[in-house]
């Protein structure tokens, strides 16, 4: 009886080997970037654009080594890789990945005007392809409640950071609270804003007590932090 070995699987070319180094780096890459952004659910796909001379090159019997290419600002939209096969007869070249990453992130429920201060009621979360964002986006509704829109919003616009601004919590002539800390002993006393204020800004205020102008970090509604001696 004669026994026939199965074909063996023909070996991967150059062009195929250059799809998968760029495919996994890709992949780990834009994985790493959603666990940064905290992108839990997220759906990749990826498409490697070789460059003609893919086609030409020898298949490379080491492992292919790559590295991010194309500077430090890097965009999903267009990744790029610099691709070697090491060795005395390797070859070195440069490949772009178009990325798309759809995540959940907060857009619009309906048109929103300039100075709306934004409710529950005024967002939803919709699947967006991240990587045709150049801002950034929000993943949950909670964390653009409350902030006030700059400019028009569309209906199914997807939110981001330069279309919002923190609420205003202190406006100017508004009677403050100052909290004070004199070397380890925290003290409050009265004063007014001198400027209008949002949360994490620092503002001029005039210490009630002393008449004395002094800067302080907006901390809360109606609360100013003096960060040097009142």
């Keep these: 009886m004669i026994l026939?070995?199965?074909?063996?699987?023909?070996?991967?070319n150059a062009a195929q080997q250059i799809d998968a180094a760029v495919t996994r780096a890709a992949r780990s890459e834009i994985n790493d970037i959603a666990a940064s952004q905290g992108w839990e659910?997220?759906?990749i796909s990826t498409e490697s654009v070789l460059p003609p001379e893919a086609n030409t090159l020898v298949p490379c019997t080491a492992p292919l080594l790559t590295s991010p290419g194309g500077g430090n600002k890097?965009?999903?939209m267009r990744l790029r890789?610099?691709?070697s096969c090491p060795g005395p007869q390797g070859w070195s070249l440069?490949?772009?990945v178009k990325a798309s990453v759809r995540v959940p992130l907060v857009t619009s429920a309906q048109m929103?005007?300039?100075g709306r201060v934004i409710g529950p009621a005024d967002v939803v979360m919709s699947e967006q392809n991240v990587a045709l964002i150049q801002d950034q986006g929000f993943s949950a509704p909670q964390q653009v409640v409350g902030q006030t829109v700059k400019r028009r919003i569309n209906a199914g616009q997807t939110l981001t950071a330069s279309l919002l601004d923190r609420p205003v919590l202190i406006e100017r002539g508004q009677s403050v609270t100052l909290i004070i800390n004199n070397q380890g002993i925290q003290a409050s006393t009265a004063g007014e804003a001198l400027k209008q204020g949002r949360q994490g800004e620092m503002i001029r205020v005039r210490?009630?007590?002393s008449q004395r102008i002094v800067e302080g970090l907006v901390e809360s509604s109606g609360v100013v932090r003096i960060l040097g001696a009142p």
Excluded at 4 to 12: E, I, M, Y
Aim: aromatic fraction near 8%; charge should be positive.
């Design 4 to 12: 026939f070995s199965p074909l063996s699987a023909a070996a991967p």
């Design 81 to 83: 890789y610099e691709v």
């Design 41 to 43: 659910k997220r759906k």
């Design 94 to 96: 440069t490949v772009a």
């Design 112 to 114: 929103l005007e300039r």
């Design 74 to 76: 890097r965009m999903l």
């Design 207 to 209: 210490n009630s007590s």
